[in-house]
């Protein structure tokens, strides 16, 4: 009552004062809370109101979300223009506090902020209250929405399909009843474009036990996805040539010695089982590689490491599964960190070429062999000549026996150089070898000077190129030096099957007589080598030979192996 006249009335009231000048918003509602009942300037300012305009006006115009939004939380309000502001309101009883809030800073601390950013991470937080998600800026652009907007999970899902919403909110309701962190991938559409979204989140729960939010991040992990399905994709290609051409991939890690066989047929390799596991260098040097090839090993590993070049390696290595001495060729290459380091790893192949380095070596043999065998049936051709002149009567006489031992002799070849042959009888090899000298009768007798003895036998092809190889070497030499070289000299030949192996042992027995002296040789010649080379590596043969004043002589006993019917043309 003792007021002066003309005294402002914010000065007389100091409670008043205050609420008008508090840097935040501040707002009273009436009892009924539809009405503003008092305003402050900061809150005018905030939403763009002239002072003095907002208390009296009913409270839902500055709600963009209904009366929801005068709870405490995340609110979405409505500015005097229409456009909408994120802001935090805290209540006490009918006055509330109303402040902008940035809606990064509602999604994560400062702190994390740039980690997430330049994870590629966008923030988000659901509000039970709401229904609505406050989406960082990072998030908002991810989702294709504009930045500074809450959004509701009704406008989100529009992009998912029916099934994989079933199954996303089946995930996120399991994980609200658990409070435990999930995590699922998801493909949608987002401004017309198809990504595939990641997205982590947890549940919040409020006082009640329930959850009262959900707060998580959001990623586009659509270039990932595609980066990864491109790499199994070649993976895959490169699977698939590498299981064509039976090469092992590994890796062997420097520091450690330790290597990762990457596909099974490194374990066929080396004969191993996955329960074995893998070797590292050092027992590869030791205990695998054969010892004559440990030191042209050690030199092409250094040799690589020090020019920084491709290694290629070749050398035998005894299968563990069977204890098979077996040659394998490598490729590979070290990789460095940096230029002058020294490497951390070993990438490469491995290629078991065992049966090609045999079929090459065969290949070889057989090369010299047609050389060796060219001259061979030259002097033999002569040798015909000369033994058919000496016994014809006349031009007619010579001319029909030289062509039919030509002949034989040519179906000899014929018959060792067919690759479609797969069986022969030993009997005939004999005849066809020896007929060019001697006539032989089909029921294995001879004309004179040839004795053939024993069962009917067929060879597989494997035993029976080399041998009719060897049976051509015995002749050639007899007519060019032994037996068959005069004409009272004789060939006797016997065979047999004993028993033993798969399918029997063949014991063979060459012995010349009547042919001029014989001595032992002074140098090993081809022929010797051919015959050592033959019948003892790729037969397995046990050969014993006897140089006796009287006559040459051969004992060969020879596994016979089972037939192979797979490799029969005709099959």
């Known amino acids: 009552m003792n007021e002066r006249v003309g005294q402002d009335p914010a000065a007389a009231d100091p409670s008043r004062t205050g609420f008008d000048d508090a840097a935040i918003g501040l707002i009273v509602l009436s009892a009924d809370e539809a009405t503003i009942a008092a305003a402050n300037r900061a809150l005018h300012d905030l939403l763009g109101w002239p002072q003095g305009t907002l208390p009296g006006r009913p409270a839902t115009d500055l709600l963009t979300e209904g009366p929801e939004g005068l709870r405490d939380g995340l609110q979405f309000w409505r500015r005097s223009d229409g456009t909408s502001l994120d802001v935090r309101v805290r209540r006490a009883g009918l006055t509330l506090v109303v402040e902008a809030v940035d809606v990064d800073a509602a999604a994560h601390s400062e702190a994390n902020r740039e980690a997430l950013a330049a994870a590629g991470l966008g923030e988000w937080r659901w509000d039970r209250a709401t229904g609505l998600l406050t989406l960082s800026r990072r998030a908002a652009r991810i989702l294709g929405r504009p930045p500074g907007r809450s959004v509701s999970w009704e406008a989100l899902k529009t992009g998912l ?29 987002v401004a017309g474009r198809s990504v595939i979204l990641r997205v982590r989140g947890q549940a919040v729960p409020g006082p009640d036990g329930r959850p009262a939010s959900m707060v998580g991040v959001i990623q586009d992990i659509t270039t990932r996805v595609e980066a990864r399905d491109e790499i199994l994709s070649r993976d895959q290609r490169l699977r698939v040539a590498t299981t064509v051409a039976k090469l092992g991939i590994f890796e062997w890690h420097m520091l450690e010695d330790q290597a990762i066989w990457e596909n099974e047929h490194m374990y066929e390799i080396f004969g191993h089982t996955p329960e074995d596991g893998t070797i590292g260098k050092t027992e590869f040097l030791n205990d695998i590689l054969h010892p004559e090839d440990r030191p042209a090993v050690r030199r092409a590993i250094s040799k690589a490491l020090r020019e920084d070049g491709d290694l290629h390696i070749s050398g035998r290595i005894r299968r563990k599964s069977d204890g098979v001495w077996r040659t394998i060729d490598m490729a590979g290459r ?8 020294l490497p951390r790893r070993l990438i490469g192949v491995v290629a078991d070429v065992t049966d090609r380095r045999v079929a090459e070596e065969r290949q070889s043999l057989l090369i010299r062999e047609l050389h060796h065998r060219v001259k061979n049936t030259l002097a033999t051709v002569q040798a015909i000549v000369g033994s058919t002149a000496r016994t014809a009567s006349s031009i007619e006489s010579f001319y029909e026996a030289f062509v039919g031992r030509i002949k034989s002799l040519a179906h000899t070849h014929s018959v060792l150089t067919e690759d479609t042959w797969q069986m022969a009888s030993l009997a005939n090899l004999l005849r066809n070898e020896l007929k060019p000298y001697a006539e032989v009768a089909p029921d294995g007798g001879a004309e004179g000077r040839i004795s053939l003895d024993g069962p009917a036998i067929d060879l597989p092809s494997e035993i029976a190129v080399p041998i009719g190889m060897a049976i051509h070497e015995l002749t050639t030499n007899a007519a060019k030096y032994g037996a068959l070289s005069n004409r009272t000299g004789r060939v006797a030949v016997e065979w047999s099957l004993e028993p033993g192996g798969p399918a029997g042992i063949l014991r063979f027995s060459w012995r010349e007589t009547g042919g001029p002296p014989v001595s032992p040789p002074s140098r090993q010649g081809f022929g010797s080598r051919l015959l050592q080379r033959v019948l003892i590596t790729q037969v397995q043969a046990e050969v014993t030979t006897d140089y006796a004043p009287g006559g040459f002589a051969l004992t060969m006993r020879a596994p016979i192996p089972p037939r192979n019917d797979s490799l029969n043309p005709l099959v």
Request: net charge negative.
């Open 334 to 341: 070290f990789e460095r960190d940096a230029p002058g380091r």
């Open 161 to 189: 399909s029916q099934a994989e919403l079933t199954r996303l909110s089946a995930l996120i309701d399991d994980a609200a009843g658990t409070e435990e962190p999930y995590q699922f991938d998801t493909a949608t559409t």
